[in-house]
């Protein structure tokens, strides 16, 4: 099976900040790869798919980038609701398809 | 707009078949673009891929939960669902709803099936296994 690792698992940031996140898989999963968003209580919601390629009505200030093994996931300047829990998903591995474990992103 | 609806028991007892019903408005299961799939979320954990449907009928499933679960699809009624067997405590989880993103290919003359990344999701139920 293909696994995820997420860095860092929590992060603390401020308003305006620059943020990143990093998703490894541990095998080339080519830009089969997803980023999602999940505020408490609500489902998920999709930022990012094909590794880099932004979702209808998602800001800008996201972007993603990478293939292979390394990902991220960059807000570009922190707005107040973007502080949540952010997954990466692999889509490469039939029939598995797995997600990250999560990086919570709060205000400092 | 589309929209997924979760519905079933909030409770089952352990043992049990858990069988929830996804219903689609907005836009037809029928569409040769799309899975629709299943995912949970144990409380205060990260999230599971339970299996998939295609429109077809074909299903794909998770390796650690495929001798459990069954996914089928009724397109008369616009809804697909989901039964798992036997279920114990570790199954307590909200269950979500989802259409996924066909992003099979073919080369060479041979077609892959590949589930993508979902883009609409149900508001999810949670399910707790309890006696």
């Known amino acids: 099976d293909i696994q995820l690792t997420q860095s860092p698992s929590f992060l603390s940031a401020s308003v305006g900040d620059r943020v990143t996140i990093t998703c490894r898989a541990s095998?080339?999963?080519?830009?089969?790869l997803a980023w999602y968003q999940q505020k408490p209580g609500k489902a998920p919601k999709l930022l990012i798919y094909?590794?880099?390629t932004l979702q209808s009505g998602v800001p800008s200030r996201f972007s993603g980038s990478g293939s292979g093994t390394e990902f991220t996931l960059t807000i570009s300047s922190l707005q107040p609701e973007d502080f949540a829990t952010y997954y990466c998903?692999?889509?490469?591995?039939?029939?598995?398809?797995?997600f990250g474990q999560g990086t919570r992103l709060e205000i400092k | 707009q589309l929209q997924l609806q979760e519905s079933g028991p909030g409770l089952v007892k352990p043992s049990e078949t858990l069988s929830l019903t996804c219903t689609v408005s907005?836009?037809?299961?029928?569409?040769?673009?799309?899975?629709w799939g299943w995912i949970r979320q144990p409380p205060g954990k990260g999230l599971e891929w339970i299996g998939s449907?295609?429109?077809?009928?074909?299903?794909y499933y998770n390796p650690s939960l495929k001798s459990r679960v069954t996914i089928s699809v009724d397109t008369s009624k616009n809804q697909f669902s989901l039964k798992l067997s036997s279920v114990t405590a570790a199954d307590t989880a909200v269950y979500y709803c989802?259409?996924?993103?066909?992003?099979?290919?073919?080369?060479?003359?041979?077609?892959?099936?590949?589930?993508?990344?979902?883009?609409?999701w149900g508001q999810g139920t949670l399910v707790t296994v309890s006696s």
């Open positions: 989802a259409r996924q993103a066909d992003v099979g290919y073919c080369t060479g003359g041979v077609c892959y099936p590949l589930i993508g990344w979902v883009d609409y």
């Open positions: 449907i295609y429109y077809s009928g074909s299903t």
């Open positions: 095998q080339g999963i080519s830009s089969y």
């Open positions: 998903q692999q889509l490469n591995s039939y029939p598995r398809i797995t």
């Open positions: 094909a590794a880099s």
């Open positions: 907005g836009g037809s299961i029928s569409s040769s673009s799309y899975y």
